[in-house]
């Protein structure tokens, strides 16, 4: 079993930047595959980012491709989402993800345990 709590996210102002930590439990973290998604009100939970369980392949969706960078410290059982640069359409529920597989994975189907989520919200 992995639970996962998030932390980090709060209000700024367009062009600001926040880093989100999300920090897990369970003897196993270093193998799993880890992502980040987001939700605005009335929309669907939407991909951000994810990581292998290396750190070797990442990836992001293209709307933070530049502005976000996701990395992860296993010995710390934590992975970090640094959001920069970040504009009102970033405001939404972020949501921490893992996979009980290795790999990168970008559908949330793929994920089979989640966080509470943490409210960002970007003011124009």
């Known amino acids: 079993q992995v639970q996962l709590v998030e932390s980090g996210g709060g209000l700024v102002q367009a062009g600001g930047s926040l880093r989100l930590s999300c920090a897990a439990s369970g003897r196993t973290f270093s193998s799993y595959g880890m992502g980040w998604f987001r939700q605005a009100p009335g929309k669907e939970r939407e991909f951000v980012s994810t990581?292998?369980?290396?750190?070797?392949?990442?990836y992001y969706a293209d709307s933070v491709k530049g502005r976000f960078t996701l990395s992860r410290d296993n010995a710390k059982k934590s992975v970090y989402l640094q959001m920069n640069s970040l504009k009102p359409e970033d405001t939404a529920v972020y949501y921490c993800a893992a996979s009980r597989y290795s790999g990168s994975f970008f559908s949330p189907r793929e994920y089979g345990y989640w966080g509470q989520g943490t409210q960002v919200t970007v003011s124009s």
């Open positions: 990581i292998s369980w290396s750190g070797g392949s990442i």
